[in-house]
């Protein structure tokens, strides 16, 4: 059976007691042998330390940011900034810079492809972590087609588009295993893509199976065996729900899904 994790993005968890009478004994129970969730970790959103074309942390301040995170805190799960279609040579101010690298989404051109944000993380903050406690990190592909790539709704077909998010979910990876020495056990494909920012602006729920397996087949033909992919990660539980049943009742598509995420 299919047991995806469950990742939450709000550090909130809501119980509601029933009202007891005042000096009532109270007996909770928990049965060690039913599995119902499993967590992870910790986490919490780091790129703030690294946003900006300006680090705003002094070494000495960045050093007891990276002790309070990792070793006070014990966080254990973070998630890295996406790469854009940008020139490389464009440094930080790359935003402005935003278009498609070549027309060919079968051919990745590197050149064309911005890693600033991405380096950036990986230097300000899992580099400075300690040993062995950055293990959770992961990338956020975070397919977007509202400003992150807006020129993807101008292609002539579904497939086309579909091509393209591919192409930007290969080269995310094959960045990450180039720079981390490894293949990542998961990655988040979207985030709000159909509600909230609405990140995959212009195009439909009804393409988050196909959407899946086209960069899940794409990675699994670029010679990545075992990453799978966080859905959906919507603004509301309600949306993230129908996509992950929609997404869960494809097999095709459920083979690359590692965990279900909401917000």
């Given at each position: 059976m299919l047991k995806p994790w469950i990742f939450t993005t709000f550090s909130?968890?809501?119980?509601?007691?029933?009202a007891v009478p005042a000096g009532a004994a109270v007996a909770i129970t928990v049965d060690g042998a039913?599995?119902?969730?499993?967590?992870?970790?910790?986490?919490?959103?780091?790129?703030?330390?690294?946003?900006?074309?300006n680090d705003i942390l002094t070494p000495s301040q960045r050093a007891r940011v990276v002790d309070l995170q990792f070793n006070q805190v014990g966080m254990r799960i973070g998630q890295t900034p996406p790469l854009y279609e940008a020139p490389q040579s464009a440094g930080a101010n790359f935003f402005d810079q935003r278009a498609n690298d070549n027309g060919d989404a079968a051919t990745i051109n590197w050149a064309g492809f911005n890693t600033w944000a991405a380096d950036q993380f990986k230097s300000g903050i899992?580099?400075?972590?300690?040993?062995?406690k950055a293990g959770g990190v992961y990338p956020g592909i975070l397919?977007?087609?509202?400003?992150?790539?807006?020129?993807?709704?101008?292609?002539?077909?579904?497939?086309?588009?579909?091509?393209?998010?591919?192409?930007?979910?290969v080269a995310h990876i094959t960045?990450?295993?180039?720079?981390?020495?490894?293949?990542?056990?998961w990655a988040?494909?979207?985030?709000?893509?159909?509600?909230?920012?609405?990140?995959?602006?212009?195009?439909?729920?009804?393409?988050?199976p196909a959407l899946v397996k086209a960069c899940g087949a794409r990675l699994r033909?670029?010679?990545?065996?075992?990453?799978?992919?966080?859905?959906s990660s919507d603004e509301t539980e309600d949306i993230s729900l129908n996509i992950a049943q929609a997404v869960l009742g494809d097999a095709d598509a459920r083979q690359y899904v590692a965990a279900i995420g909401y917000h």
């Open positions: 909130c968890i809501a119980v509601t007691l029933l039913q599995e119902r969730q499993v967590i992870e970790g910790f986490g919490a959103t780091w790129q703030s330390e690294v946003f900006g074309s899992t580099d400075r972590a300690p040993a062995g397919l977007n087609t509202r400003w992150g790539s807006p020129w993807i709704n101008s292609l002539p077909s579904t497939q086309a588009i579909l091509n393209e998010c591919a192409e930007q979910a960045w990450w295993k180039n720079a981390y020495g490894v293949e990542p056990r988040h494909l979207t985030n709000e893509p159909f509600s909230g920012n609405v990140e995959l602006s212009g195009l439909g729920q009804n393409i988050a033909a670029a010679g990545f065996s075992t990453v799978k992919f966080i859905v």
